[in-house]
């Protein structure tokens, strides 16, 4: 099993729609949480950062962490053609030290 | 606002050959990274740095790899002898804390032939 998995898409939505992006996980010792924004030939930006358990808002963007099922979402709400990107999801432990795990990435496509 | 900053951001090497990946971190920072991104594969770990010595490193990271802060404000990975493998996108990252997010770099796109 892998240890993070992300659908990698392609998703398309419609200008002005809410997307939900998922990631599930398997190591039970990940307690730190982010999501991160990558265009094209360019490096992961930091979105949204969440201990633990819990949602997290942040403009348009909302982070949500279920530990009991592992699984962590992004919901981005007005959704715009700017947002096209792929989004990663990464997590970390205490065991892990500073090491990031980080999904394969949802490649998002929000027409106008 | 601060940024990570790389260099070059593309660089063409012949296979055997050493290169030298170069990156400023943001000035305030403690922790500094080097992770990798073979072209449609995930964002992998390599090493991580603090208090001028490595502090975790994957499997990756084996002797043909090295990282230095020669001087207060530069932070370089070195690929001793490039294999084809080695081809990727390198990114540079730092943070403040440990497990806080990161700001990562644009990133230097090796190519090895």
């Known amino acids: 099993q892998k240890e993070v998995e992300q659908d990698p898409g392609p998703l398309s939505v419609p200008e002005g729609a809410i997307v939900s992006l998922n990631c599930t996980y398997s190591?039970?010792?990940?307690?730190?949480f982010m999501w991160y924004r990558q265009y094209s030939r360019k490096g992961p930006e930091l979105l949204m950062y969440?201990?633990?358990?819990g949602n997290k808002e942040d403009g348009r963007f909302t982070a949500q962490v279920d530990k009991s099922s592992k699984y962590i979402s992004l919901f981005i709400r007005d959704s715009q053609p700017s947002d096209s990107a792929t989004y990663l999801c990464a997590m970390s432990s205490n065991n892990a030290g500073n090491m990031l795990t980080f999904g394969g990435g949802t490649r998002l496509m929000v027409k106008p | 606002e601060p940024e990570v900053t790389q260099t070059p951001s593309h660089q063409v090497t012949q296979m055997g050959q050493e290169v030298i990946l170069r990156c400023v971190p943001i000035?305030?920072?403690?922790?500094f990274y080097w992770y990798r991104q073979i072209l449609g594969q995930k964002v992998e770990f390599l090493v991580s740095f603090y208090n001028n010595e490595i502090s975790e490193k994957s499997e990756i990271f084996d002797d043909q790899f090295s990282v230095e802060r020669p001087d207060g404000s530069n932070f370089t990975l070195k690929i001793r002898s490039t294999k084809l493998e080695d081809s990727a996108m390198y990114f540079c990252a730092s943070s403040v804390t440990k497990n806080y997010g990161y700001t990562f770099g644009s990133g230097t796109r090796l190519t090895v032939v």
């Open positions: 190591n039970s010792a990940f307690q730190y």
């Open positions: 000035s305030n920072h403690l922790y």
């Open positions: 969440t201990y633990s358990s």
